[in-house]
């Protein structure tokens, strides 16, 4: 999201300077880099970042309704997101003081018909990047461990979980467009 414009291939990175680990990582990056950006590219990248906090709370806001609406659905078997389930004290523990719990949710609905009618029907751009200021969904399996599937199902990763990045859209407008894929897998399953 440092760049989440979309106009631009490049991103950062910043090595805390208080990490035990500062030297040795600012040593390896540093006998590795290459001076290879365009310079317009590296104008853009500057603008694109100088807002970068404000957009990352507004998106945080946004996801914790979306995290309702999915955790108060009954064809949603399980949501993982920071706020919630048996990892969130370990989070706390490591967020920072003014932290949010980020705008990635993976969802695993009960039924993989259900993810697959969820899917199809979500208006929203579909990606496999979680980079942008737009919301995103991926079915992630099918994606990152397409030749794995089975291998990644065995750790306990069904090959249905849909992963979903909230953007900058309004949240009413988020709301709607995952309300309104819930309610298609509704009438689905009603048929079914």
Known sequence: MFSGYSDVMGGSVVVNPQSPYHDTIIARLTALYEEANFPLDVVTLARNCADFVPRVHRCNLSTLSVLNLFSAHSSVE?????????RKSTYERY???????????????????????FYDTLDVCKGTSFGTNFTLAVPYVQLAHYHDQDRVESYGIPKHIIRLSVGLESEHQILKAVAEALAEVEKFENIC
């Open 78 to 86: 399980e949501v993982y997101h920071p706020l919630i389930g048996s």
């Open 95 to 117: 967020r920072r003081a003014r932290g949010g719990y980020g705008n990635l949710l993976s969802i695993i609905f009960r039924e993989p018909r259900s993810a697959i009618r």
